[in-house]
């Protein structure tokens, strides 16, 4: 089993929709026993929380369906994880920060590292402070990016 873990500051906006964004390309190559993934969120901020109203309503119209409670990512995440995937340069700092260095094994990038039309900054921008347009933003980012990682992991690991 291929498992993937998708990290942003809150888990409310960015991180659970990468996550459900990912799974639905999962879903279409029939790969659900293959790859599973889940999300969490850096910051405390949060815990236990459904992802933020804004966030379920842009989803839907995309038809996308959120079901996630927030939780913050911690260390043993590295060992449970083969692909660890920040939303932006300041939560993958934070990631790095509390990685043991004995634990090698998983993969740690960057979101936007398969984001083809990603600009000069690598992050999946933070929507949360901003309006609705920033939210379908962060959907077709993230729908891109998904895409090419799914493509990367079934070459990697000879899935077709
Ligand atoms: P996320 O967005 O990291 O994409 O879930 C945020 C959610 C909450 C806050 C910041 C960003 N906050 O400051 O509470």
New binding site residues.
């Given amino acids: 089993m291929i498992k993937v873990l998708f990290v ?8 659970p929709l990468a996550e459900e964004v990912f799974k639905h390309y999962v879903q279409k190559k029939g790969l659900e026993n293959k790859i599973i993934c889940d999300s969490a ?1 850096t ?1 405390s ?2 815990l236990g929380e459904n992802p ?1 109203k804004r966030t379920i309503k842009n989803a839907r119209n995309n038809g996308i369906e959120l079901a996630h409670k927030a939780r913050q990512f911690n260390v043993n995440d590295f060992e449970d994880f083969d692909y660890i995937l920040a ?1 932006d340069n300041s939560n993958l700092q934070n990631i790095l920060k509390l990685k043991p260095a004995h634990i090698d094994k998983c993969e740690i990038c960057l979101m936007r590292d398969f984001d083809e039309v990603a600009k000069a900054s690598k992050d999946v921008p ?3 402070f901003g309006g609705d347009e920033g939210f379908q933003e962060v959907f077709e980012i993230l729908e891109r990016a998904n895409s090419k990682f799914l493509d990367h992991l079934l070459e990697k690991h000879q899935l077709m």
């Fill in positions: 942003c500051l809150g888990n409310i906006c960015r991180s969120g910051s901020y949060h933020d939303m933070d929507p949360y």
